[in-house]
């Protein structure tokens, strides 16, 4: 009985079983999204400074990614993995890479703490800080650091629940996180007049309760997929594996930082703290684009994982066709929302006029390319399912590292403007989609013929 839920990824109906796998998922991400919504919407709205707050905390995020981002490396590399494993029933490595991932998530917790606590101070005036705006980033992010392991454990092994078909279980490890970081946001802000570091402090409580309800499912019975001591020990091909496939995940995210520290430090330097503002707005509105998307395909990742490792493949095909539906019309409708009703959007966050008015003119440029963004998140999703390190390493690469950071640094130097840091995301966004479309076309069949033949070497005839 212990495989048996896991079992029901080859065997159930596709559609029943993604909205079984993805709308937990999907739920959970837009739950760990209300983390910083609701952080920022209640700093955006604190009286007199809401404003500088804002901003302060905003350019605390690439600290914030980049410990996140670690997190995925762990999680997003070893999960498909896992799910592998499972499908071709080999548990006993499906649990060797879980307990090898927990070993490295405790290491980067205290290697990012400590690294972060010497270089914050330099590191916040790098991103575009200013004297206005550095006691509010320096106050946020002092505290949010000492709760990294807190965010490494929930957010690196909750992608393994997900792997072994507990998606409602890994949505209640976020839930549970999200609603104690609702109540004691405006406990902590407002009533104990605590401010910025009320939200930080906030934050930290709620992440340790979601990271204690992962572990304690994670080592008991109910886990069909549990650590075990015996695994904890690293093993350099097991970490190596999850490390080549993680890469990718890693740098979805960690770019994220690179993005906001050239954007702010432009935006900064060519328009001032107004214009960061808007950035620190305009790239919250852009989760709500990507999460449902994002959410909603981890869910679904571990079903093509287990049934391209069972060799499986019409139901690997009929599972991307439904994804790809899904991901491209949610999050194109989402962004079409955004660039129609900006200052709807910003109202979230800002009650500053002057701020709104920016928002309205320069968001519909911003998020121009995320309504196509459905098609890049399918195919990058459906590498890394498919455990495609290299094409997915490219891919993730490719939108940020090669096109948007160039672009966001050059084109203001060339322009003198401002404004052309906001045009470098929309034309990263349709370049890169072109690409990896074109990608998935030519090696999407390839990989598929190569889960074929493994089927025929595992059943021969």
């Given at each position: 009985m212990e495989n048996k839920r896991e079992e029901r990824l080859g065997t159930e109906k596709i559609l029943k079983l993604m909205l079984t796998m993805g709308l937990p998922s999907l739920v959970a991400q837009l739950i760990n999204l209300l983390y910083n919504i609701v952080d920022r919407s209640y700093i955006g709205h604190i009286t007199g400074v809401g404003a500088a707050a804002l901003t302060g905390v905003g350019l605390s995020l690439p600290i914030i990614v980049i410990v996140t981002a670690f997190s995925a490396f762990v999680g997003g590399g070893g999960a498909p993995l896992a799910a592998i494993a499972l499908g071709r029933g080999d548990r006993e490595r499906a649990e060797k890479i879980l307990g090898n991932g927990v070993t490295t998530l405790l290491f980067l917790s205290?290697?990012?703490?400590?690294?972060?606590?010497f270089i914050k101070e330099p590191f916040l005036y790098l991103v575009g800080a200013s004297h206005a705006t550095f006691p509010y980033a320096?106050?946020?992010?002092?505290?949010?650091?000492?709760?990294?392991?807190?965010?490494?454990?929930?957010?690196?092994?909750?992608?393994?629940?997900?792997?072994?078909?507990?998606?409602?279980?890994?949505?209640?490890?976020?839930?549970?996180?999200?609603?104690?970081?609702?109540?004691?946001d405006p406990i902590f802000i407002f009533v104990c007049g605590m401010g910025v570091k009320g939200a930080a402090l906030a934050t930290v409580i709620s992440q340790g309760c979601s990271a204690a309800w992962v572990i304690r499912f994670l080592t008991s019975s109910k886990a069909s997929l549990r650590i075990r001591r015996k695994y904890l020990r690293p093993e350099w091909k097991?970490?190596?594996?999850?490390?080549?496939?993680?890469?990718?995940?890693?740098?979805?995210?960690?770019?994220?930082?690179?993005?906001?520290?050239?954007?702010?430090?432009?935006?900064?330097?060519?328009?001032?703290?107004?214009?960061?503002?808007?950035?620190?707005?305009?790239?919250?509105?852009?989760?709500?684009?990507?999460?449902?998307?994002?959410?909603?395909?981890?869910?679904?990742?571990p079903i093509m994982s287990y049934n391209y490792g069972a060799g499986n493949i019409d139901r690997v095909k009929e599972t991307f066709r439904k994804l790809f539906l899904f991901t491209e019309t949610v999050s194109g409708l989402i962004a079409l929302s955004a660039i129609l009703f900006p200052t709807v959007f910003g109202r979230l966050f800002t009650n500053d006029e002057n701020l709104?008015?920016?928002?309205?003119?320069?968001?519909?440029?911003?998020?121009?390319?995320?309504?196509?963004?459905?098609?890049?998140?399918?195919?990058?999703?459906?590498?890394?399912?498919?455990?495609?390190?290299?094409?997915?390493?490219?891919?993730?690469?490719?939108?940020?590292?090669?096109?948007?950071?160039?672009?966001?640094?050059?084109?203001?130097?060339?322009?003198?403007?401002?404004?052309?840091?906001?045009?470098?995301?929309?034309?990263?966004?349709?370049?890169?989609?072109?690409?990896?479309?074109?990608?998935?076309?030519?090696?999407?069949?390839?990989?598929?013929?190569?889960?074929?033949?493994?089927?025929?070497?595992?059943?021969?005839v």
């Open positions: 205290i290697s990012l703490m400590v690294v972060f606590f320096n106050d946020y992010i002092s505290i949010y650091l000492c709760g990294t392991v807190f965010v490494q454990i929930t957010v690196g092994l909750n992608t393994f629940i997900t792997a072994q078909g507990n998606s409602k279980t890994a949505m209640l490890s976020v839930l549970i996180g999200a609603v104690i970081n609702i109540i004691l097991i970490v190596s594996g999850t490390a080549a496939l993680g890469i990718s995940p890693f740098i979805m995210q960690a770019t994220e930082a690179l993005i906001s520290v050239t954007m702010n430090s432009g935006l900064s330097r060519y328009g001032g703290d107004m214009y960061v503002g808007t950035l620190t707005i305009m790239q919250s509105v852009m989760q709500f684009v990507s999460v449902p998307a994002n959410g909603f395909s981890q869910g679904v990742q709104l008015a920016m928002v309205g003119r320069v968001m519909p440029v911003f998020m121009a390319g995320m309504v196509i963004f459905g098609v890049q998140m399918t195919c990058q999703s459906t590498f890394m399912a498919l455990g495609q390190a290299k094409i997915s390493l490219f891919v993730a690469m490719l939108r940020k590292v090669i096109l948007l950071a160039p672009l966001a640094f050059f084109l203001p130097r060339i322009t003198n403007s401002a404004m052309s840091i906001y045009y470098a995301e929309p034309i990263s966004d349709f370049t890169s989609v072109t690409v990896c479309s074109l990608l998935f076309l030519l090696n999407f069949k390839k990989i598929l013929s190569n889960g074929e033949k493994k089927k025929i070497e595992k059943n021969p």
